[in-house]
């Protein structure tokens, strides 16, 4: 089945491009460590995926590009035809003449009901090349206004033309210290509006891969592509082709509905996050070597402990004793830090994987009790080594990850809410107190959610 | 990709705009080296087809034919007028870009007469130069007599842009001519096109400003950039002053050795369509150029990072009359070597929040920051925005409710002769002191009645503008205060929404 991409917005374009190359990379790398024929089965399955052939023998994205602005997206097209290994649809792209301003509301009220028919018609031009569409990716900042106002707006027309199909929100959370000045309004507009039409929505912090790129990559001078790729490399680890429990020896075929069926079993947690191991500069690669038991072990504990990459993990944090309640407990402490999950989703890549022992990702202490602990954990495997590493983890995970953050920005878009600042920027195109109120009141809901796991 | 148009009015908004075309042309021509009309020139220019008769048809693609700025040159005399449509850059204007007392059509407006009347008194009673620096002449006779052709000329001009986007005011406030019909212009331009954006950029007098009534303008003027202006960017000239001088230090005291590349100076036309000899404020009035070409090169140019221009009005101005944006440009001057060293590239960022860097006499450090916005072109990284935000921000103070308050963007394109360039831009309460001097200064001459009577000769003004431009002044100043009050004051978040679990 195939995926339908569709990037919003600068940050959506430059992101969404990074996947792509990453994952045709993938494909065409000669790394796989894997017999021929799985090495085949894995192009096959990853082909269908996310590439459709053009007569030219060129893949092309199964991808929609959209921008409000002309400059993002005739730089992407032409880099992207530059590789020469891929491209996009020449005719799968929509822009306008100026951006949304940073404004959340200029983009799902004016630019959104607008444009509505032209970019829903590209959608449609490419789910009408797919054989069977498992469903949409979109990617997206939620700090500006066309790729988090326009791209909630398209959201819910998807949810609305599409009705069974999976949508997927791929979410590039801000800088802490912003790019954008009204980030967290747009950011709670956004994730306010996603919550009622997606299905999930993954998160990644630009201050997380940011930190990555200076710990891990050892770069210096950090761009936006240095991060733009570090997160392709994990999307690509979760969306590349993998052997699920049940499809036995066959490739998923609906990696989507897979994905949402592991890790969302109820609609008020559908928050994302993703960690992965290992990750390094490229030519520290061929000196390394890795144990798959070392490596779920900092993997289990990046989970418990709540750490964004391998380096400083707390191996102080443990979870919570069977039987004991946390308030009785007198490592009340530790405790705290522990983040409870409801779901989680382990994916491997690469030699030997199938001797790989997964039992402390099933420990039931890790998950929230109203959940059998049988149901929230799925590992998916492939013994296809994936972007040049010979053994790869990743884990997608649907747990108190993302509390902190979201109790961040709705905290600071609140303070700055109570002030009646910038509101008129807003209410000059139709979003008005109220509906903030309701966007408040919405993600309250989610943050007491996630807290009283 | 959009386009603006650029409206300069008066004197010191002619010269200004002139210097800014000479410095566009040289940007874009360091970057379009192929000379093809491409979306970047089409954001401030035209390409008109000069080999049809008349005005000839735009051209959209292809080669560069004959271009043309996108703008409105208004004054009411026409000596500086003349002067740029016989200097170098005559071919970038036609005259149908043009408003000056004489060329104006239908002269039978019956003020005219009366107009030429004051404008006679008050040119001896004063001794200034003719047209009287009078805002009153420049808002309400001028105005009213050339409404027509103006709205007539600003429609043409727009009918070019396929997506009009913005309208940059360029004049003084000291100048009659500048502040009223400056401000009588982004009034009309509020009617006509209220879905463009207005940016104004206003030279604030000096306290020895040669314009005697000077205040009664500023002051004037400064009710209309309340109530019409989306952003002002306030420029004074002593700052520009200082500015100059201390670049001319930096050369001569050959601190910098043979490294500077002289072309490179912000202050600098070197390598400029120029021929003519520099005249006094070129060299301050190329800082305001380059402050204007930073401000629209990522709405211009790519970059990992883009800010187009209704961008900083929804960053930076969080109530609407607060829209007044102090400004610094660094680096003043660049050294030869194209690899910049990150220390140095840092220093950037700190001489933008220095007091001395600032357009205006101001100290946005020990002030108190509504919002703060970074521009920043050239060979830098986000992973440099991030070092010196965390760098400087424990030495600025940001208002409760947005402690991070930074608007960042990066644009791929340089400056000429520049490997980086950071323009800063800050809603700051330092504006604060500008607009008291100002007061005080108008009301000395309000209290004694000084010079009243020329403005109110006019048809349509009474004394009640004055007391109503002066009171929207005090208010503004006023709202600064209340907004200094809370720096000081302990912070308490506001109690966040209860969900009944
Ligand atoms: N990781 C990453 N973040 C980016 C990139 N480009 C922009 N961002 C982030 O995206 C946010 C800004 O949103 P943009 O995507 O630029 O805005 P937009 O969707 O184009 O909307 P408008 O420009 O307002 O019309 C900030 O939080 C940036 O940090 C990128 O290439 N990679
Ligand atoms: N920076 C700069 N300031 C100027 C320039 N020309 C004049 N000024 C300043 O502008 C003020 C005088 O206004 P002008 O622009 O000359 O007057 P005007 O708008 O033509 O109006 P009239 O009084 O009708 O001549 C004074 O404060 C001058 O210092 C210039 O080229 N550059
Ligand atoms: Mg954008
Ligand atoms: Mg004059």
Redesign the pocket.
Same mark, same amino acid.
């Given at each position: 089945m195939s995926i339908v991409a569709v990037q919003?917005? #600068?940050? +959506?374009n #430059?992101?969404g491009h990074e996947v792509f190359n990453t994952i045709c990379g993938d494909v065409r790398g000669t790394h796989g460590l894997c017999s021929k024929k799985e090495n085949e089965a894995y192009h096959d399955a990853c082909t269908e995926r996310f590439f459709s052939e053009a007569e030219s023998g060129v893949p092309v994205a199964r991808a929609v590009l959209v921008?409000?602005?002309p400059k993002?997206i005739s730089q992407t097209l032409s880099i992207a035809a530059r590789s020469g290994h891929w491209k996009y649809d020449d005719q799968s792209h929509f822009c306008q003449k100026q951006? =949304? *301003? /940073?404004?959340w509301a /200029? @983009?799902y009220s004016v630019h959104g009901p607008r444009n509505k028919e032209v970019i829903m018609n590209l959608v449609q031009k490419e789910v009408e090349k797919c054989d069977r569409l498992s469903g949409f990716f979109t990617i $997206? =900042? $939620?700090? *500006? +206004?066309? *790729? =988090?106002g326009? *791209?909630a707006f398209v959201t819910q027309c998807l949810r609305d033309a599409f009705p069974t199909s999976f949508i997927l929100n791929h979410v590039?959370w801000?800088?802490g210290t @912003?790019?954008?000045i009204v980030?967290n309004y747009n950011s709670v507009l956004t994730l306010s509006h996603l919550y009622q039409s997606s299905d999930a929505l993954l998160v990644?912090e630009?201050d997380v891969?940011h930190k990555i790129c200076a710990q891990l990559m050892h770069i210096k001078q950090i761009s936006?592509?240095d991060? /733009?790729q570090v997160?392709a490399h994990q999307l690509g680890s979760v969306f590349q082709p993998a052997h699920t429990a049940e499809a036995g020896l066959h490739y998923s075929r609906n990696p989507l509905g897979d994905l949402m069926e592991a890790l969302v079993p109820h609609p008020e947690f559908k928050m994302l996050g993703l960690r992965n191991i290992p990750q390094m500069p490229e030519n520290s690669l061929a000196y390394s070597t890795f144990s798959w038991p070392g490596l779920l072990k900092h993997l289990r504990q990046m989970l418990i402990a709540n750490a964004k990459m391998e380096e400083g993990i707390d191996w102080q944090v443990r979870p919570p004793c069977p039987g004991s309640s946390i308030s009785s407990s007198h490592s009340t402490n530790k405790l705290l830090h522990f983040n409870t999950s409801i779901a989680n989703l382990v994916i491997l890549r690469g030699k030997d994987m199938h001797s790989v022992d997964l039992g402390s990702f099933r420990d039931p202490s890790l998950y929230t009790s109203w959940l059998n602990p049988q149901d929230a954990f799925n590992a998916w495997k492939t013994p296809r080594a994936f972007n040049k590493y010979e053994k790869s983890a990743s884990l997608v995970s649907n747990s108190q990850f993302l509390l902190k953050p979201l109790d961040n920005v709705v905290g600071k878009a609140w303070n700055m809410f109570a002030s009646k600042a910038y509101i008129h920027q807003y209410t000059k195109f139709g979003i008005e107190e109220e509906d903030f109120l309701d966007s408040f009141t919405t993600l309250e809901q989610v943050i007491s959610s996630y807290t009283n796991l | 990709m959009t386009q603006s148009v650029v409206v300069q009015v008066g004197q010191c908004g002619n010269q200004v705009g002139c210097r800014f075309w000479d410095l566009a042309l040289r940007e874009h021509a360091a970057v379009n080296k192929k000379g093809i009309y491409d979306e970047a020139l089409s954001s401030f220019f035209r390409n008109v087809d000069t080999r049809s008769a008349g005005d000839g048809p735009d051209i959209y693609k292809g080669k560069i034919c004959s271009l043309k700025a996108r703008a409105l040159l208004i004054d009411m005399e026409e000596g500086v007028v003349n002067e740029i449509l016989q200097g170098p850059l005559r071919d970038v204007f036609d005259s149908k870009q043009l408003i000056t007392d004489v060329s104006g059509s239908g002269n039978n407006c019956p003020v005219q007469a009366e107009n030429q009347l004051i404008s006679k008194y008050v040119e001896g009673i004063l001794g200034i130069a003719s047209p009287p620096s009078s805002r009153a002449v420049g808002y309400k006779v001028y105005g009213c007599q050339y409404r027509e052709n103006i709205v007539e000329k600003l429609r043409k001009t727009a009918e070019h842009c396929d997506c009009l986007q913005c309208f940059f005011i360029i004049h003084s406030m000291g100048g009659g001519t500048g502040s009223g019909l400056g401000t009588f212009v982004l009034n009309l331009l509020e009617d006509e096109f209220p879905e463009v954006y207005r940016f104004v950029t206003s030279v604030y007098p000096s306290g020895e400003d040669d314009v005697i009534t000077s205040p009664y303008n500023s002051v004037l003027a400064m009710k209309e950039l309340n109530e019409h202006a989306d952003c002002v960017l306030p420029i004074e000239n002593e700052s520009l002053f200082d500015i100059v001088n201390k670049i001319h230090q930096m050369i001569n005291s050959g601190k910098l050795g043979s490294t500077v590349k002289p072309n490179s100076l912000v202050t600098s036309s070197a390598g400029t369509a120029k021929t003519v000899q520099e005249k006094p404020f070129d060299a301050m009035n190329n800082i305001i150029a380059n402050l204007l070409l930073n401000l629209t090169s990522s709405a211009r140019f790519e970059g990992?990072?883009?800010m187009?221009l209704n961008?900083i009005s929804m960053n930076l101005v969080p109530f609407p009359r607060l829209h007044y944006l102090v400004s610094s440009l660094t680096p003043l001057y660049t050294l030869a070597d194209v690899n910049i060293p990150s220390r140095r590239l840092d220093q950037m960022f700190s001489d933008a929040f220095s007091r001395d860097h600032q357009l205006i006499r101001a100290d946005p450090k020990h002030s108190l920051y509504l919002a703060c916005a970074l521009l920043v072109r050239g060979n830098v990284q986000?992973s440099d925005l991030r070092r010196n935000i965390e760098r400087l921000k424990p030495s600025l103070h940001f208002i409760s409710w947005n402690q991070e308050g930074w608007k960042t963007s990066l644009c791929s394109v340089p400056p000429v002769g520049h490997s980086h360039s950071l323009l800063a831009l800050a809603n700051n309460t330092c504006v604060k002191p500008t607009f008291m001097e100002l007061k005080d200064r108008f009301m000395k001459l309000y209290k004694k009645k000084a010079h009243l009577h020329h403005y109110l000769q006019v048809d349509g003004m009474e004394q009640g503008c004055f007391s109503e431009a002066i009171s929207s002044l005090s208010d503004l100043i006023e709202e600064y205060n209340e907004l200094d009050a809370s720096k000081g004051g302990l912070r308490t978040d506001p109690s966040r929404l209860k969900i009944a679990v």
């Open positions: 919003l917005g #600068q940050c +959506g #430059q992101v921008d409000m602005e993002v951006g =949304s *301003g /940073n404004n /200029n @983009g $997206m =900042s $939620m700090a *500006g +206004g066309t *790729g =988090s326009l *791209g590039i801000p800088y @912003g790019e954008v980030q990644h630009n891969i936006f592509r991060v /733009n997160i | 990992s990072l883009n187009d961008e986000v």
